[in-house]
């Protein structure tokens, strides 16, 4: 069982900037984030390889968002910038065995943070 802890969540404007933490208990083969809007289905953000050599990113989320991770500190990042009103949600991070965008193959979710980008 991996524990996952977020936090960087908060309010910013657009154009602004956030970074994200996801602190883990344990070490796992991919870790990423989703995210999920009032009304909407959780959706792809980033993930990233355990050694950090390959990431894939949402389209919403490329050019202005970057994955990493620290496997010392078993933590994952998530820097995002050029912050839009359309990417408030609440934000998840998760760890699973295999490098994926789909939700359902990651085995462990964080509780989640807010992000909320004013107009």
């Known amino acids: 069982q991996v524990q996952l802890v977020e936090s960087g969540g908060g309010l910013v404007q657009a154009g602004g900037s956030l970074r994200l933490s996801c602190a883990a208990s344990?070490?796992?083969?991919?870790m990423g984030w989703f995210r999920q809007a009032p009304g909407k289905e959780r959706e792809f953000v980033a993930t990233i390889h355990w050694n950090g050599d390959r990431t894939y990113y949402a389209d919403s989320a490329k050019g202005r968002f970057t994955i990493t991770r620290d496997n010392a500190k078993n933590t994952v990042y998530l820097q995002m910038n050029s912050l839009k009103p359309e990417d408030t949600a609440v934000y998840y991070c998760t760890a699973g065995g295999s490098l994926s965008t789909v939700a359902g193959t990651y085995n462990y979710w964080g509780q989640g943070t807010q992000v909320t980008v004013s107009s």
């Open positions: 344990g070490w796992s083969y991919a």
